[in-house]
């Protein structure tokens, strides 16, 4: 059987980016497995078939345990094949076995996640629209088909580009609980935040001014660490966001570390996401 492209081979050096941050992203289902085991041979092609067909509904990670020993270990790995479904960086379920089809895809609908729409494809077929004309043809794919609810969270996302955040949130807020806890949806929720943080703030030469008079301004500091995030100036958001963490974790509610969870989930950069999670845990802990 021909590779997956939704599946890959796990190791140690690659498990922190591809399989626990990418877990913030989408489901990822990892499979332990060794190449003398008949039953992981039987549940392998099942597992790259069902990928293929979710299309990026989750993403299958393969380790194979005779080369990976260590991860093996780490997940108390005792029998072959077992299959562990990681979501937000967490363990949260798994099986023994080579369960048949059927039943795995009885396993991922427990767990909300059903077949999606392949992104490449879908990038092709809108590569040249404009948002106006996206939200456009949404609108009219969702009067046409009101009961997939998935286009009225791609319209949610065309909103936002727009910059129509209350448009956006509108869409959100109507979307259906299965929904809700999509990686899209979170990372709009996240988008939205920053966006009303920063209706009615004042200019950036007034918030660096304040800092500038006062360094412990933290009210100061957290909308520049909002600009600083939205415009691009990452690294710098971040990094005010945490000397706020480091002053005064309870500050405003422990607004510093609920700014940086949501950054987190707004931002595409794996390995930065993953360096300062670690920087906010050596805080908090």
């Known amino acids: 059987m021909a590779e997956s492209t939704h599946a890959f081979d796990a190791t140690q050096h690659n498990f922190e980016a591809a399989v626990i941050q990418a877990s913030f992203e989408q489901p990822v289902l990892v499979d332990f497995w060794a ?3 008949a039953p992981c041979r039987q549940l392998k092609p099942v597992l790259e078939k069902l990928a293929d067909e979710y ?10 345990t005779e080369a990976e020993m260590q991860l093996a270990a780490v997940f108390g790995i005792r029998s072959l094949p077992t299959v562990v479904l990681l979501k937000g960086g967490q363990m949260i379920d798994g099986f023994m076995g080579a369960l048949p089809e059927q039943a795995i895809r009885e396993f991922l609908a427990r767990h909300e996640i059903v077949p999606g729409v392949d992104m490449t494809v879908e990038e092709e077929l809108t590569l040249d629209e404009s948002p106006t004309q996206t939200v456009t043809r949404l609108q009219q794919e969702i009067a046409a088909h009101p009961d997939q609810p998935e286009l009225k969270l ?3 996302q065309a909103f936002m580009q727009l910059g129509n955040a209350s448009a956006a949130e509108a869409e959100l807020d109507s979307l259906p609980p299965k929904l809700t806890g999509d990686a899209r949806a979170v990372r709009l929720r996240g988008q939205l935040d920053f966006a009303r943080a920063l209706d009615g703030a004042p200019a950036l030469p007034e918030l660096r001014q304040r ?3 006062d360094a412990n301004d933290h009210a100061a500091r957290d909308l520049l660490a909002v600009y600083q995030v939205v415009s691009g100036d990452t690294t710098a958001g971040l990094d005010n966001f945490l000397h ?3 002053t005064d974790r309870s500050w405003n509610d422990g607004l510093a570390k609920k700014r940086l969870i949501a950054a987190f989930n707004v931002l595409d950069d794996a390995d930065l996401v993953g360096t300062y999670r670690r920087k906010m ?5």
Do not use: N, P, T, Y
């Open 281 to 285: 845990a050596s805080v908090l802990f």
């Open 154 to 156: 791609e319209l949610a």
């Open 55 to 64: 299309a990026g509904a989750f993403r299958l990670a393969k380790v194979d």
């Open 35 to 37: 190449a003398w085991c």
């Open 244 to 246: 706020i963490l480091r």
């Open 211 to 213: 800092l500038d008079q």
